[in-house]
């Protein structure tokens, strides 16, 4: 059964959605994030996925105050990322309470110091996050868009062993439009020994399941969730 992960992006401690990564278009959800995590937890679910927007931009992490707290209030397996660039950066994530990093920008920049934070702390403490914007990889909370190809970047990871893989369409994310089946049927036709978790765009539980048809192993879910398109309610079928 595919895995519904709930979203929280930070800003200045508060919970906020942006729309296609555009930092002027934020909307503010909660100053709370323990009681949204709390909520989360109350209706079944295991995982949390946070981004720290702050750290994106300024690359250093910002939010770990946020992060240790629900770390210690709840026991949802979180996994953190933004601006971690050091092996203290990812030292003070899991001293924090993070369970796994979620890596986006280092991957493209330093490819080579993701792979030593993977002998240092283990694979099953990292999970790759690629965004896609136009079909290329886009880096630094999706303002820089590269030259390379999604699929290849990814191809390139799978052959060296990484797995656990989330992708983000940015034309999708914050929109309430639909998630980017093509993207993710392409993916996984090219590259079928991942374990693909989708993300962006998810608007109703008939884009979950045509997710799980495709073969997608898990979805991130925000702001529809926030919006209220999706009760917590009917995830809940999901949950295992």
């Not at 979203?7 to 959605?17: N, P, Q, T």
């Not at 993701?114 to 702390?121: E, G, H, P, S, V």
């Not at 929109?175 to 962006?200: F, H, K, N, V």
């Not at 925000?222 to 209220?228: H, N, P, S, T, V």
């Amino acid at each position: 059964m595919i895995e519904i992960i709930p979203a929280m992006d930070l800003i200045d401690g508060s919970c906020v959605r942006l729309v296609q990564g555009d930092f002027s278009r934020e909307t503010v959800y909660s100053t709370d994030p323990l009681e949204i995590a709390k909520r989360f937890e109350d209706a079944g679910m295991k995982r949390l996925h946070m981004v720290d927007l702050d750290g994106a931009r300024s690359g250093k992490p910002a939010n770990l105050q946020v992060l240790d707290r629900i770390a210690s209030a709840t026991s949802l397996v979180i996994d953190y990322g933004g601006g971690i660039r050091t092996d203290t950066d990812a030292a003070a994530v899991f001293e924090a309470g993070a369970s796994v990093i979620n890596v986006g920008s280092i991957a493209v920049r330093d490819p080579e110091l993701l792979f030593d934070w993977i002998t240092k702390f283990g694979a099953h403490r990292f999970l790759l996050g690629a965004d896609s914007k136009n079909g290329n990889v886009a880096i630094d909370a999706w303002k820089t868009e590269t030259d390379e190809p999604i699929v290849g970047f990814l191809s390139g990871f799978a052959t060296r062993g990484v797995t656990r893989i989330f992708v983000t369409d940015i034309a999708n994310d914050g929109t309430l439009a639909g998630p980017s089946l093509e993207l993710y049927r392409e993916i996984l036709a090219t590259i079928p020994s991942i374990d693909l978790i989708a993300s962006g765009g998810v608007t109703s539980t008939a884009d979950v399941d045509a997710l799980e048809a495709i073969g997608c192993k898990g979805v991130i879910i925000g702001k529809a969730i926030y919006e209220r398109s999706i009760a917590l309610e009917e995830l809940s079928r999901y949950v295992g």
